[in-house]
């Protein structure tokens, strides 16, 4: 059973940063993508950044030009590199992983979430 553990969120003063770390446990999965998504009560999980297998890399435009996704999909890591954070940004941030089979995602994994909190 794949898992994804993620750590790495806290609060922090706004302008400031930090770094998620997610990994998967449970073996070593194909995966085509990983990425963060993040959530706050009452609104709908969003897209921040994901990164495919073979490097190409997507970002939320409220992401752009502050956080940055990178990891190792093939050792099933992936990170997000977060800088000039705002009030706005603080959420419960998910780790996600994906794998295709014949062009269609067959595996969906989500981690637990971490929370993000930035004090203004």
């Known amino acids: 059973q794949v898992q994804l553990v993620e750590s790495g969120g806290g609060l922090v003063q706004r302008g400031g940063s930090l770094r998620l770390s997610c990994a998967a446990s449970?073996?070593?999965?194909?995966?085509?993508?990983m990425g963060w998504y993040r959530q706050v009560p009452g609104m709908e999980r969003e897209l921040v950044a994901r990164?495919?297998?073979?490097?190409?890399?997507k970002y939320a435009d409220s992401a752009k030009g502050r956080f940055i996704v990178s990891g190792d999909i093939a050792k099933n890591t992936v990170y997000l590199q977060m800088s000039s954070l705002e009030p706005e940004d603080t959420a419960v941030y998910y780790c996600?992983?994906?794998?295709?089979?014949?062009?269609?995602?067959?595996?969906?994994?989500w981690g637990q979430g971490t929370l993000v909190t930035v004090s203004s």
């Open positions: 449970g073996g070593i999965f194909r995966f085509y993508a």
């Open positions: 990164i495919t297998s073979g490097g190409i890399t």
């Open positions: 996600n992983a994906e794998r295709l089979v014949a062009g269609t995602v067959d595996l969906e994994v």
